[in-house]
């Protein structure tokens, strides 16, 4: 042996011997370094092992005698990869001081093991000394641990944190191989009615149907080779790596379903649960780990709203309208103080003289991006966050201040009524009769030339505040119509005991190509006369429409055959001022 050895390290400890100056005789370091329990060798400049030691040889599985001579880079895996190969190289030629690596070694057994091998440059010597440790016992803890870490203890399941260290793994490979289908698919996977199951039964049973249902998910995704994990509560997902297409994940959603919909037997007792999956599936590149997840639960969501027990796949357009509802509710009470509303208005034509009596006062959203917006898209939503007030007392303003325009730009024509929509909301949320006085003081309109129109469900069932509103208004002269009637509860004798003047017949009675219609429309505009209300049909497209419900007593009809909701403009027009 040439050069002192410091047998130091001489048990498993992961750390290389430290080579120093000593007192000990040649023959005292050959004895410690024999004796030593861990694994070395003296490696010379050419690579080949001068001489190894027993634990070496007991690690390899071989007599230490076989190694003599051996390439030591062979059994330690060394020139495995080029960089550790070209380390190993310096540190034998004496340009580098150290080396270190952990190496997975096959023993001559056929076991495997991990190993850490350190090569060091031998002071005054052209020998390195080669040291391996094994370190399969801290390795199996570790791997062991992360087990833990990364399942879930009920079901055995993998769990949130592994399923998106996999999906973030299968994202990038898929980008990064080519040859692959590129794409990625998910099934994201929700227990319906699970917490009625947990409530009643309690947390025990409900533990040992995660664990059945985790077998069948188990069962379902097995052929496939896709990974099923607990996303936690009663969510499962199903990773559908190198997806082939849509239709694949639908099947996998299917036979999910099919799989679930035998009975689980669980402590003698039978449990049936369905559940509802969201299906998403997409090219990999440009997809985020967070925005598919994202997608996956919008669609979950709409599996669970659209009625339970089904699959839903996920729909851009959908998504595109959610987001823009979204963005809309955010934008509206800005947008009413942007003053970005404007009214259109539509003739309320008499069905007998074709006199216009009136007109009906249409809001559109003028949106900066969007372009006009109609009714649909925001009146809803201005209700759900409230910004209808608002909205509401605009277009009554304004309304009212046109109205009076037109009043006074035609002094000795027939009185224009203006009609305005309410809300339920602004009913109930705000003091509408303050609201309407303002407007009619601010404007100067006479009341009689105010209708305001309410759908039946906000009138029905209406006392209290509400109801003593209604009967302010109308005996401060302002006319209340009931908008879209027929399509609600339609109770006329109810409506006799509230203070309403008019009934606007919904479109779909008077399209209605029913015979019956005929005679219901006929009854309907006979008792509401006796009860003193006047009708108007709406959505009158045709003269031969406008003819009929003339003959069936309609007093006034509004609709596309007059005109469309236009700008005030168009209206004074009309009106020949
Ligand atoms: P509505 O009060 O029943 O208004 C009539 C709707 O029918 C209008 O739709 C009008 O454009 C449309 N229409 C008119 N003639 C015809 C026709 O011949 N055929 C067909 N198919 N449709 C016709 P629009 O303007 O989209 O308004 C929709 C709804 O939005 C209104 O229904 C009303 O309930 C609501 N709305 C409109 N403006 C306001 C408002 O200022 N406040 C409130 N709270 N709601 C409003
Ligand atoms: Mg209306
Ligand atoms: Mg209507």
């Not at 040992?208 to 985790?214: E, G, M, S």
């Not at 996998?252 to 299906?279: D, H, K, M, W, Y």
């Not at 759908?455 to 302002?478: H, N």
Request: glycine share 10%; hydrophobic share 40%.
């Amino acid at each position: 042996m040439s050069g002192p050895l410091d047998g130091q390290g001489g048990t498993s400890g992961t750390m290389p011997p430290v080579v120093t100056q000593s007192n000990l005789t040649p023959q005292e370091f050959r004895a410690a370094f024999r004796a030593a329990h861990l694994g070395m060798a003296v490696v010379g400049r050419d690579g080949l092992v001068r001489t190894a030691n027993d634990a070496l040889g007991v690690l390899l599985g071989t007599d230490p005698a076989r190694l003599q001579d051996s390439p030591a880079a062979e059994f330690t895996g060394l020139r495995d990869d080029t960089r550790t190969w070209l380390k190993y190289r310096e540190v034998l030629l004496g340009r580098r001081d150290r080396l270190h690596c952990t190496r997975r070694l096959r023993q001559a057994g056929g076991r495997g093991l991990w190993a850490e091998v350190t090569v060091t440059q031998l002071p005054e010597s052209h020998d390195a000394l080669l040291s391996v440790a094994d370190v399969s016992d801290r390795r199996d803890l570790r791997a062991r641990l992360r087990h833990v870490r990364m399942h879930d203890p009920v079901t055995g399941l993998p769990n949130r944190s592994l399923f998106f260290e996999r999906l973030a793994g299968a994202l990038a490979a898929a980008t990064a191989l080519p040859g692959g289908t590129g794409r990625i698919g998910l099934c994201y996977l929700d227990l319906d009615g699970f917490k009625a199951v947990n409530d009643t039964l309690g947390h025990g049973a409900g533990d040992r149907l995660l664990t059945a249902v985790a077998g069948r998910l188990t069962a379902c995704a097995a052929p496939g080779g896709h990974l099923v994990a607990r996303l936690g509560g009663d969510e499962f997902a199903l990773l559908v790596e190198e997806s082939a297409g849509t239709q694949q994940l639908i099947d996998l959603a299917v036979t999910v379903q099919t799989a679930l919909q035998r009975p689980f037997e669980t402590a003698g007792q039978q449990l049936s649960v369905s559940a509802s999956i969201g299906v998403v599936e997409r090219p990999a590149a440009g997809t985020h780990a967070t925005e598919l997840m994202q997608a996956a639960d919008t669609t979950l969501y709409w599996a669970k709203a659209d009625g339970k027990a089904r699959w839903t796949l996920f729909d851009p357009e959908r998504n595109a309208h959610r987001m823009t509802r979204q963005a809309l509710s955010r934008t509206l009470r800005p947008a009413v103080e942007r003053g970005e509303f404007a009214l259109q208005y539509q003739p309320l034509v008499g069905l007998a003289d074709g006199v216009v009596r009136g007109v009906e006062a249409l809001v559109r959203w003028c949106h900066p991006q969007l372009g006009t917006l109609g009714p649909n898209r925001f009146i809803g939503l201005a209700e759900e966050t409230g910004a209808i007030v608002p909205l509401g007392r605009w277009v009554l303003t304004t309304a009212c201040r046109q109205a009076r325009h037109w009043q006074l730009e035609r002094p000795d024509g027939p009185p224009l009524v203006v009609s305005v929509n309410v809300a339920v909301r602004q009913v109930w949320d705000s003091d509408l009769v303050a609201d309407v006085a303002a407007a009619l003081a601010g404007t100067g309109l006479p009341p009689h030339l105010l209708q305001l129109e309410l759908t039946e469900s906000a009138v029905m069932g209406t006392a209290g505040r509400p109801l003593q509103q209604l009967r302010e208004l109308s005996d401060m002269g302002v006319a209340i119509a009931i908008d879209d009637f027929g399509t609600g509860y339609s109770n006329l004798a109810y409506l006799s005991r509230l203070p309403v003047s008019a009934l606007k017949l919904d479109g779909t009675f008077v399209h209605g190509r029913n015979p019956a219609d005929e005679a219901i429309v006929e009854a309907l505009v006979q008792l509401a006369h006796r009860l003193g209300l006047t009708v108007t049909a709406e959505c009158v497209e045709s003269a031969e429409q406008a003819e009929r419900l003339g003959r069936m007593g309609c007093d006034t009809g509004q609709g596309w055959f007059y005109s469309r909701p236009v700008p005030a403009d168009r209206i004074s027009a009309l009106l020949g001022a």
